[in-house]
């Protein structure tokens, strides 16, 4: 006979989740100094998310409307990474006819940097 015990589960990591999401924040208002964006590295899933919650860079939604603007209506991929001391979002843009390119974003303006 095998026992569950999906309410204790669920409560336990409910109650985890803010402690996490703290945690994440603290770590990306920290990793954001000189060594995450001198590494010219880019943040993982959750420092990402980290630094949208945190009002530190642009939403993804702010991103898809640069994108936008020069004329892709598809966002394929998006990550944040540091360039020369700062923030952008790298993405890779897709227009109407299917063609790509690569955009650099600011992540704290959302001003388009370069498109290749």
Known sequence: MKLSFPSLHH????????????????????????????????????????????GQVIPLASVRQA?????????????LCGSGGSMVWQVVGVNASGGSARLVINATSGAVMSER
Not at 11 to 36: C, D, K, N
Not at 67 to 79: D, H, I, L, P, T
């Open 67 to 79: 994108a936008n603007s020069r004329g892709y209506n598809e966002v394929a991929s998006a990550s």
């Open 11 to 54: 409560s336990f990591a409910t109650q985890r989740r803010p402690v996490l999401r703290l945690v994440a924040a603290t770590i990306v208002a920290v990793g954001l100094s000189a060594s995450t964006v001198g590494a010219q590295g880019c943040l993982s899933g959750a420092e990402t998310r980290a630094a949208i919650e945190s």
